[in-house]
């Protein structure tokens, strides 16, 4: 009876796993695609994408991509939507650290700036290739449109200006400044945008502040870009440089040897769900030969198990394949419930 209930908890964990693994590849599918959209979208611009490119950049088969998006207008929504999400995580929290208007609209434009340098692709799809999505991309680019605009419009509160600016003032301004913002990422891909940071700060507080104000931002200090940080892109495909197609199983066998490090060819078996011992000899020597992962035991041929553990190659592709889709949780709180 204890067996039977041990054997009944074993296949449940497994199954568990499994299903967690399966989600992991989707997302990590997923995320693929739109790393793929961001990179032609640059390249040919967004109206000239195709479904055909995404997939040929993406190495993802056509059939995944309509599994995981309907068309070509809800892999840019969702791109579009994926490079809304990481200028937010850099402008918001700088924006909100700031008490007064005027230093909180500058800490989060240096922000917006700071991020379109060190992250021209993603930042010319936001800014300038969203104009060529559909009505979901539009509608939710208004929508952003109107949040701006109503935080330039509590200028108001400190305003200074001899003459109360009408409501349109707040449209007005955030429209100038994105158009200045998107000529530059077209002219130049964005580089020096933190350059843009007085002479865009000059304008907004004009309307609001009056024009001491406005001389005043011209002469402050210009914030210096950080530019390229030296590591990869936001977004970017961690799997691309690994040398093998990224399959269900891959991804279960390299999760398996990070859980397990020194395990051996029946453990990380066991932990990837694989039972055929022939099946996990060849996933491993692939991997081996590819630098993914390493044997640091006796080997079976000098009657010691192998132990198997990730090469750095294998830790960062793991690693990045976390990052890439937020879902390190999914494997592991899987293994921590069972």
């Known amino acids: 009876m204890a067996s039977a209930r041990r054997a ?95 230093e909180k609209v500058r800490a989060g434009l240096v922000a917006l700036l700071g991020f379109l340098d060190a992250e021209p692709v993603i930042g010319k799809l936001l800014i300038v290739e969203s104009h060529a999505g559909g009505q979901a991309t539009s509608k939710r680019r208004g929508e952003v449109i109107a949040a701006l605009t109503s935080a330039v419009e509590e200028g108001g509160v400190e305003g200074k200006a001899s003459v109360t600016p009408s409501s349109l003032t707040a449209e007005g301004v955030v429209g100038g400044v994105l158009a200045v913002i998107q ?51 936001l977004g970017a495909d961690p799997f691309k440089d690994a040398g093998m197609r990224l399959t269900y199983r891959t991804v279960r066998v390299l999760f398996a040897v990070a859980s397990h490090p020194d395990a051996s060819n029946r453990q990380v078996g066991e932990a990837a769900g694989i039972t055929d011992q022939g099946q996990i000899s060849k996933l491993l020597n692939r991997l081996e030969r590819i630098g993914l992962v390493r044997n640091t035991g006796a080997g079976a041929g000098k009657g010691m198990p192998n132990a198997w553990s990730l090469t750095e190659k294998g830790q960062r592709i793991t690693d990045g394949m976390n990052a890439l889709t937020g879902t390190k949780s999914h494997v592991e709180q899987t293994q921590q419930k069972t």
């Not at 640059?42 to 599994?67: D, K």
């Not at 700060?201 to 002469?219: C, D, F, K, N, T």
């Open 8 to 102: 009944s908890r074993s296949a449940h964990a497994a199954q568990a796993y499994n299903g967690a693994v399966r989600g992991q590849l989707a997302d990590l599918q997923r995320a693929r695609m739109l790393a793929a959209m961001f990179d032609v979208a640059a390249q040919r611009g967004a109206g000239n994408v195709t479904v055909a490119h995404v997939v040929e950049r993406s190495g993802v088969s056509r059939r995944t991509f309509y599994e995981l998006f309907s068309d070509r207008e809800d892999c840019l929504h969702a791109a579009f939507e994926q490079a809304l999400t990481y200028a937010t995580e850099r402008v918001l929290p700088a924006y909100e650290a700031e008490d007064r208007w005027r």
């Open 183 to 233: 000529s530059r990422l077209q002219a130049q891909g964005g580089a020096g945008a933190v350059g843009l940071t007085n002479p865009l700060m000059s304008m907004i507080v004009l309307p609001y502040l009056g024009a001491a104000a406005a001389r005043r931002e011209l002469e402050r200090t210009v914030p210096q870009s950080k530019g390229s940080t030296g590591e990869k892109p």
